[in-house]
């Protein structure tokens, strides 16, 4: 018979686990974002997920049809930086709070840098888990002098 102390400690041990398995969602996501590679990309997302980011609703598909052209046509790199998140889990659901980084190298040598938090509620389904529902909160923006390569 398991004592208290280990049925705790396997508690612990598969929240910890699903965690990073959320944390590994979400690294998809800015991945596939930064490296225009769709299929990772959408293996962040549900399906019939959904999501608002500045002026667009609507879902992960249609995020990425509508981001990337805009990406490809103003920009020559992107960058999503991931910072702290806080995840709470609900049996199959999770909702996550992540504050992120994001810079981006434009067409014109200008850099632009903006900052916010992607609110999330993720779902495990089979198994695995991804995003059903963001929110991405853009909280500041700028564009700041460049300082391009070779230093």
């Given at each position: 018979m398991a004592s208290e102390a280990t049925l705790d400690r396997n508690a612990r041990m598969d929240a910890?686990?699903?965690k990073q398995d959320i944390r590994e969602c979400m690294e998809r996501f800015s991945r596939g974002m930064d490296r225009s590679d769709r299929?990772?990309?959408?293996?962040?997302?549900?399906?019939d997920a959904e999501m608002a980011a500045g002026p667009f609703v609507?879902?992960?598909?249609?995020?990425?049809?509508?981001?990337?052209?805009?990406?490809?046509?103003?920009?020559i790199l992107t960058?999503?930086?991931?910072?702290?998140?806080?995840?709470?889990?609900?049996g199959d659901s999770a909702h996550a709070e992540t504050y992120y980084l994001f810079v981006a190298r434009n067409r014109?040598?200008?850099?632009?840098?903006?900052?916010?938090?992607?609110?999330?509620?993720?779902?495990?389904?089979?198994?695995e888990w991804r995003i059903a529902l963001r929110t991405n909160i853009i909280e500041w923006a700028g564009l700041p002098p460049a300082i391009l390569p070779p230093f």
């Open positions: 910890l686990l699903d299929a990772i990309y959408l293996s962040a997302f549900w399906e609507g879902s992960a598909t249609d995020c990425w049809d509508w981001a990337v052209p805009m990406h490809e046509e103003g920009q960058h999503h930086a991931l910072l702290q998140s806080n995840i709470e889990l609900d014109d040598e200008s850099v632009v840098t903006a900052g916010g938090r992607y609110i999330d509620r993720l779902e495990r389904r089979g198994g």
